[in-house]
């Protein structure tokens, strides 16, 4: 049971704030007037959110986010971009304002906004709009969702279920997916990590390489591998061949489960890749990398954690359904990943604050 005072606390907060009468008069007294608003404003976000993100779906699909980018953009321009109608062009574009992607710089005229952009310029973030539509898809009926209880195939299941023996255009798919928005979370993890003083370091899951050749730039004298399942690394292969990188980074085909982890490296990277995994499929990882290290070696964990302060929300709120849609893993905080690593055999583990914690977070541990 919870201490007896933070019960009683809680409820009498919760009376308090729901009274009506205690509403009206914050809303009209100066000293709390702005935390009054601010609060009614973030209940009916709670409510409206969906809409939010339906009008940033339809902003990015139908090509408004690109043509507002241009310059400014009246009515007919809308027309022209959306295909819609003129009532209907009207309405997305007025609603994209209200939300802040766009924004009107005179009577009929619009631009990009404040949100859209940052968000017009970040092909990682418009990659995962685009992909959202499965999630949405998903959740139509959230509780049905839930009562499923991950029995039932769902439409992000079916995107990301790989294996050692998927297809490569399935492959293709996903790992096009992850090297898109994998910038935001390379530029974090460098910041907060010095890989510098390594001398050779693998990804783990590696993808296409995106974090690998951002870690390269970092740091020429690194010696650089990239393990993944063999159709992933196929295509790794063909997107680095000819590059400077075609030479520098050893290519490891394997499955997590399945292969001995790559020995030689004394730093290994596990870069969004445990939230994906029950915490079964997690030990065995962690276990195989602390055997895989040499003594003193690193292991570096970056993705988003729950429990991150800043950023609540996106960890039990958005990763918490997110991956429950998929069928597969869970968000961790960061306490929980040091009892993981710990059962590992990690001596100590440490978590390293990043400037966007809603990006990534970061843990380093030894061996």
């Known amino acids: 049971m919870p201490p007896r005072w933070r019960v009683g606390w809680t409820a009498w907060r919760n009376a308090t704030i729901a009274s ?3 509403q009206t008069w914050a809303a009209r007294l100066p000293l709390v007037r702005g935390v009054a608003r601010r609060r009614a404003a973030q209940s009916f976000d709670l409510l409206a959110g969906f809409c939010y993100s339906q009008i940033l779906a339809a902003t990015e699909a139908s090509g408004l986010l690109d043509r507002l980018a241009e310059g400014p953009c009246n009515l007919a321009a809308v027309i022209a971009t959306t295909g819609l109608p003129e009532p209907a062009a009207l309405r997305l574009v007025r609603a994209a304002a209200a939300i802040d992607l766009a924004e009107s710089v005179g009577p009929g005229w619009w631009m990009l906004g404040q949100q859209g952009a940052p968000l017009q ?3 990682g973030a418009r990659a995962m709009v685009r992909h959202h539509a499965l999630l949405y898809a998903d959740l139509a009926d959230p ?5 499923a209880n991950r029995q ?8 990301w279920h790989y294996s050692a023996e998927t297809e490569g255009e399935t492959a293709q798919a996903y790992s096009t997916l992850m090297a898109s928005s994998q910038a935001m979370v390379a530029r974090e993890t460098l910041a907060a990590y010095p890989f510098a003083r390594h001398r050779r370091v693998v990804d783990l899951g590696g993808g296409h390489g995106v974090f690998i050749a951002a870690l390269a730039a970092a740091c ?3 010696g650089l591998g990239v393990f993944d399942l063999p159709p992933v690394v196929a295509g790794t292969a063909t997107r680095l061949a000819g590059t400077t990188l075609g030479d520098r980074v050893t290519l490891h085909p394997g499955d997590f489960f399945g292969t001995p982890l790559p020995a030689g490296y004394d730093c290994m990277t596990l870069v969004r890749i445990l939230h994906d995994h029950d ?5 065995a990882l962690l276990a195989a990398a602390w055997a895989a290290l040499p003594r003193g070696g690193r292991l570096v964990i970056s993705e988003p954690m729950a429990d991150t302060s800043g950023a609540r929300a996106m960890g039990d709120g958005y990763f918490g359904l997110y991956l429950w849609a998929m069928n597969s893993g869970r968000p961790r905080s960061a306490t929980e990943y040091r009892t993981l690593l710990q059962k590992a055999g990690f001596s100590t583990t440490r978590h390293i604050p990043t400037d966007l914690p809603v990006i990534t977070s970061v843990l380093v541990s030894t061996k």
Request: proline share 15%; net charge neutral.
């Open 152 to 159: 039932n195939p769902t439409a992000l299941s079916a995107f």
């Open 279 to 283: 915490d079964g499929a997690v030990e």
């Open 121 to 123: 310029a970040n092909p």
């Open 143 to 147: 509780l049905a969702l839930l009562r």
């Open 220 to 222: 020429p004298a690194l």
């Open 20 to 22: 009506p009468r205690f």
